[in-house]
């Protein structure tokens, strides 16, 4: 699945995950939890966010370049931390990029393990559900399950405005989940690296009738799988004070990172905004100017 990459890092260099925006926080709670003595430099490209509405050349021209940037800074292995640009965009970024790539991707086939009605949600931007690596998940994996696929419209930009439990929130979640459970689903995947920080609010809808598939301590594992592979695993041991470094960097003012990362994450760091311009980014600015 991954390719060989030519990796010069040295094993204490930092991994990069890389999000459109805050969802990816799901996965860099799962990573810490899981590879605690690893640094991390976390970008957030909140300044174009949400990629579930953008056209595919936009999202592989942002993943590239903020790939590149990673790299830049001595990243030794990259997290794409997004369903939507992993699904669009991850095998051509791979192939451009001298260091191993680990991506997301909704978890069909743990749904498929679990799912005793043989019903199952899936909870997803339309960008995810719509391209042929998550057809082909669907067809490799859900044979003999019937997949009710559902676009999250406006769930990103809730988490992204640290909504994760409003009225109004729950209202939209309800029309979502409501007909996956009136037509016998029993699971729900999580199909988003946002979505696992309305876990609660879903609950409040289904109760116990569904199963919630996250899919990021899965990420995580692979990470780690990767990260051995190539022998770059930190040798040291994370310290007491709650493990190894993490950089938060947003292409946005940063505000609402820094208030997610305390929020569910317990971390309390400043948020360094940085610039990465791509081509695309920069003939938006040309004509906007």
């Given at each position: 699945m991954n390719h060989p990459a030519p990796v010069s890092a040295a094993p204490g260099a930092p991994i990069g995950i890389f999000d459109s925006g805050l969802g990816g926080l799901s996965v860099l709670r799962a990573v810490r939890a899981h590879l605690g003595q690893e640094p991390v430099i976390y970008v957030a490209d909140s300044r174009y966010a949400p990629y579930g509405q953008r056209d595919d050349d936009f999202i592989?021209?942002?993943?590239?370049?903020?790939?590149?940037?990673?790299?830049a800074q001595g990243a030794k292995?990259?997290?794409?931390?997004?369903n939507t640009a992993t699904a669009?965009?991850?095998?051509?970024?791979?192939?451009?990029?001298?260091?191993?790539?680990?991506?997301?991707?909704?978890?069909?086939k743990p749904a498929a393990a679990l799912s005793k009605s043989r019903v199952a949600g899936v909870l997803a931007t339309q960008v995810t559900l719509r391209s042929a690596r998550f057809q082909a998940l669907v067809e490799r994996h859900a044979n003999d399950l019937r997949v009710l696929s559902q676009p999250g419209h406006g769930l990103v930009e809730a988490v992204e405005r640290c909504d994760i439990g409003s009225p109004e929130l729950v209202?939209?979640?309800?029309?979502?989940?409501?007909?996956?459970?009136?037509a016998g689903a029993d699971t729900l995947v999580l199909g988003c690296t946002h979505y696992p920080f309305?876990?609660?609010?879903?609950?409040?809808?289904?109760?116990?009738?569904?199963?919630?598939?996250d899919t990021s301590v899965a990420i995580a594992r692979q990470?780690?799988?990767?990260?051995?592979?190539?022998?770059?695993?930190?040798?040291?041991?994370s310290s007491e004070s709650g493990g190894a470094s993490v950089r938060l960097c947003s292409t946005s003012d940063g505000a609402h990172l820094r208030a997610l990362a305390s929020a569910l994450l317990a971390i309390e760091a400043p948020v360094e905004c940085v610039q990465i311009p791509s081509r695309r980014t920069r003939e938006l600015e040309a004509n906007a100017a």
């Open positions: 592989a021209d942002r993943t590239l370049a903020i790939g590149e940037w990673l790299v292995a990259l997290v794409v931390a997004c669009q965009s991850i095998e051509f970024v791979r192939a451009r990029l001298p260091i191993p790539l680990v991506g997301v991707e909704p978890g069909v209202a939209l979640l309800r029309g979502y989940v409501q007909p996956m459970l009136d309305l876990d609660a609010a879903i609950r409040s809808i289904v109760g116990e009738r569904m199963t919630l598939v990470l780690e799988r990767v990260l051995d592979q190539h022998g770059l695993r930190s040798a040291t041991a």
